[in-house]
Nanobody
Framework: QVQLVESGGGLVQAGGSLTLSCAAS????????AGWYRQAPGRAREFVAS????????DYSPSVKGRFTIVRDTSKRMLFLRMNNLQLEDTGTYFC???????????????????WGQGTQVTVSS
């Protein structure tokens, strides 16, 4: 029972940086693993990054590793995605997700035990 709301998306030039945020309602969020997915136009939604409930074990898609950083602030019940050196292929709608364990978050698509945000748009221009 977690409600998630993303924000921070926008237009940025290639090579620039942007930070996305996800605000969660429901105390159970701080006991949940959480992560980020994205969906480009005409493509399936794909995994971007995840973090455990403690915020000390992270996982990244190879396409963003070294450029993106996932962070959670348990005191504020918030999740962040810091994106650096953005490229054109990073364009898409970004979603935050939360679930009771690693498996439900890492493989969240179609899993009824996860909560999804509504998404925030990121557009990278040349």
């Amino acid at each position: 029972q977690v409600q998630l709301v993303e924000s921070g998306g926008g237009l940025v030039q290639a090579g620039g940086s942007l930070t996305l945020s996800c605000a969660a309602s429901g105390s159970i969020f701080n006991s949940y693993d959480a992560g980020w997915y994205r969906q480009a136009p005409g493509r399936a939604r794909e995994f971007v990054a995840s973090t455990n409930w403690q915020g000390n074990v992270d996982d990244y898609s190879p396409s963003v590793k070294g450029r993106f950083t996932i962070v959670r602030d348990t005191s504020k019940r918030m999740l962040f995605l810091r994106m650096n050196n953005l490229q054109l292929e990073d364009t898409g709608t970004y979603f935050c997700v939360a679930g009771p364990d690693y498996g439900t978050v890492r493989y969240a698509e179609g899993n009824s035990r996860v909560s999804w945000g509504q998404g925030t748009q990121v557009t990278v221009s040349s």
